[in-house]
């Protein structure tokens, strides 16, 4: 995957993570941590894509 396919992904996951953290069950909440955090992942990796220029 190319950097901006990386960083547009995390920035959903971020998103939906963090609505999902809004929700009255604990589980949906614990996946909605789970979710941000794997969206703030995915953000950083497509910022070392697009540093290294995709040679990762």
Do not use: C, Y
Not at 25 to 44: L, M
């Amino acid at each position: 995957m190319g950097e901006l396919t990386d960083k547009i992904k995390g920035n959903v996951n971020e998103l939906v993570g963090k609505a999902k953290q809004r929700s009255d069950d604990p589980d949906t909440r614990d996946e909605g941590v789970a979710q941000e955090i794997k969206g703030k992942a995915e953000q950083t990796i497509g910022k070392l894509k697009g540093a290294l220029g995709d040679d990762i």
